[in-house]
């Protein structure tokens, strides 16, 4: 097995429950005490963001300006982008959803989470799933191709895609995609829901046009997430939520209303402060880690598992690329001849491990993946849904061991 290096501390601890094993991060990740403390802290200041003249509210809205500043700058934000914080990914792209221009095309490729699959208009493009990153690359230009031949070229386009898989960890090649999507006047949006809590995400140096993150995947579980990117879609776009903070005047006729520019725009009602501080703080506290090191004790413990489960002759691992592709700490796969559901139940009720059971708001893809296998091994006798073990900072050798042993035992 290889060695694994010793966890990180201070900010990036996890809190967690003595004697739970949590291998369910690509979920929802544990809180990092950075964000923990960032939220207790300002709690006793707690007041209202952008509508109050005291002490407590002025002391709330620059904790709120200067996280999304803070956010902004972590992400690669351009002088000129809108930070606009959210719920979390499904709902930034919802809002980039009702942001597009009449008569955009969304390309996208069916290997995405639902919440990149479904707000899009009808009329998007669904492009299969690869067999490899090269092979997105080049159906992504063929598509493109075929689609500003075929259609009015002065129609918008946004390509969406995942930079990480959800369903297999498995890396997207982002930064050439963005170059076809590009080449071809088109947009790109990235879904940074499950890279950015292992990777560096950086919206210029991948050259995308929006990105869109969850604080609750990011170690920040208190219900915020973040659109990034171009103004001026947002800023032609109605209101995502009309309410107030989103207007700059109201009149008294029932629609005589200007809308604000800017973030405020589609932040209608009071912000998530407490969602948005934490999220900075995690920011924070990535931005003075060593992540090269935490990516490689990640890589280690995937390694880990990987390999522990390759030895469990019952258990098939699910893959989109191959067995070498990069990945992040996410893997799936079955238990041959034993319903997933059970075994996650098992897992929980008899070893106190936590793990997803299911097709993963992945439906197309965790459906074909599961085919792919059988096709693959050859068994029969494989279930209709998978288990899904994720990692993170809180991740030890002996969670892992744990759950090798566990899943021995079951099969």
């Known amino acids: 097995m290889p060695a694994v290096a010793s966890p990180p501390s201070a900010a990036l601890d996890v809190l967690g429950v003595p004697g739970e094993i949590n291998l369910d991060y690509a979920a929802t990740a544990p809180c990092a005490r950075a964000a923990a403390d960032a939220v207790t802290e300002l709690l006793p200041w707690y007041a209202s963001v952008h509508r109050g003249a005291g002490a407590l509210s002025r002391r709330c809205t620059l904790a709120y300006e200067r996280a999304r500043q803070t956010v902004g700058d972590f992400f690669g934000a351009g002088a000129d982008d809108h930070v606009v914080f959210t719920r979390n990914t499904t709902d930034a792209l919802n809002l980039l959803a009702r942001s597009l221009p009449a008569g955009t095309t969304v390309v996208t490729f069916a290997g995405e989470h639902h919440a990149n699959l479904l707000p899009w208009p009808r009329g998007s493009v669904r492009l299969p799933v690869p067999a490899n990153p090269a ?67 950086d919206r210029r140096a991948l050259d995308v046009d929006y990105l869109a993150v969850s604080g609750h995947k990011l170690y920040a579980p208190f219900g915020a ?72 004790r990640e890589q280690a413990l995937l390694a880990r598992l990987r390999a522990g489960l390759a030895a469990l002759p019952h258990v098939v691992e699910l893959r989109t690329f191959g067995p070498d592709a990069p990945r992040v700490g996410i893997v799936s ?56 073990a994720s990692i993170g900072l809180g991740s030890t050798a002996a969670q892992v061991d744990r759950l090798l042993a566990a899943l021995a035992e079951l099969a």
């Open 135 to 201: 092979g997105a690359v080049r159906d992504l230009a063929a598509a493109l191709t075929e689609l500003r031949r075929d259609s009015n070229p002065a129609l918008p386009v946004l390509v969406a895609v995942t930079g990480a898989s959800n369903v297999t960890g498995e890396l997207w090649p982002v930064a050439e995609l963005a170059r076809v999507a590009h080449r071809h006047g088109a947009r790109i949006v990235l879904d940074a829901a499950q890279l950015a809590p292992h990777a560096t995400v």
């Open 333 to 388: 796969f079955v238990v041959a001849g034993q319903d997933s559901a059970t075994v996650a139940a098992r897992l929980a009720a008899e070893h106190h491990i936590g793990v997803r059971d299911g097709l993963f708001c992945a439906h197309p893809l965790a459906r074909r993946l599961l085919g792919e296998a059988a096709t693959r091994t050859g068994r029969k006798d494989l279930p209709p849904t998978a288990l899904r």
């Open 225 to 296: 997430g973040v659109l990034i990117g171009r103004a001026d879609w947002l800023d032609a776009a109605p209101p995502y939520l009309a309410g107030g903070g989103a207007t700059s005047r109201v009149g008294p006729a029932t629609h005589d209303v200007t809308w604000a520019t800017g973030p405020a725009r589609h932040e209608g009602g009071t912000p998530n402060l407490l969602g948005a501080v934490a999220l900075a703080a995690v920011c924070t506290a990535f931005t003075d880690a060593d992540r090269v090191a935490l990516a490689a």
